[in-house]
C-alpha cells in the first residue's frame, strides 16, 4: 500500500521560506516520479513542481525560480523548498506519486499559509 505523508508547513510571512518534505512507503521509490500539487481556497488543484525517478524537474510558472523539488532516494522523501513566498502561495499542499505524470496516489495535504 502506497502511504505519502507530508511535513513543514506552516505560517510564514511574505518573502520567508518554508520547506515541505514527503516520506513515501508501499513502493519502490527509486523509479517513482513525485511531485507537489496545491489547492488553494475556492480553486482547483494544480501542479506545483515535478521529478522524475531519473531527476528531470518540472515547475508551474508561478513558482519557478522561487520553488525547488527535490528528492533523497535512500530516504524515500521528496522535498519543495519554497523562497520568496507570496500571499498567492497559500495552499494546501499535497504530495504525489505519479504514473505517466498524472497523480496516482495522493497525501493527505499540509497547509501552507503566507501572510502579507
Known amino acids: 500500500q502506497v502511504r505519502l505523508v507530508e511535513s513543514g508547513g506552516g505560517l510564514v510571512q511574505a518573502g520567508g521560506s518554508l520547506r515541505l518534505s514527503c516520506v513515501a512507503s508501499?513502493?519502490?521509490?527509486?523509479?517513482?516520479?513525485m511531485g507537489w500539487y496545491r489547492q488553494a481556497p475556492g480553486k482547483e488543484r494544480e501542479s506545483v513542481a515535478t521529478?522524475?525517478?531519473?531527476?528531470?524537474?518540472n515547475y508551474a510558472d508561478s513558482v519557478k525560480g522561487r520553488f525547488t523539488i527535490s528528492r533523497d532516494n535512500v530516504k524515500n522523501t521528496v522535498f519543495l523548498q519554497m523562497d520568496s513566498l507570496k500571499p498567492e502561495d497559500t495552499a494546501v499542499y499535497y504530495c504525489?506519486?505519479?504514473?505517466?505524470?498524472?497523480?496516482?496516489?495522493w497525501g493527505r495535504g499540509t497547509q501552507v499559509t503566507v501572510s502579507s
Open positions: 504525489v506519486r505519479l504514473n505517466n505524470m498524472t497523480p496516482r496516489y
Open positions: 508501499g513502493s519502490i521509490f527509486s523509479i517513482n516520479d
Open positions: 521529478i522524475t525517478g531519473g531527476g528531470r524537474k
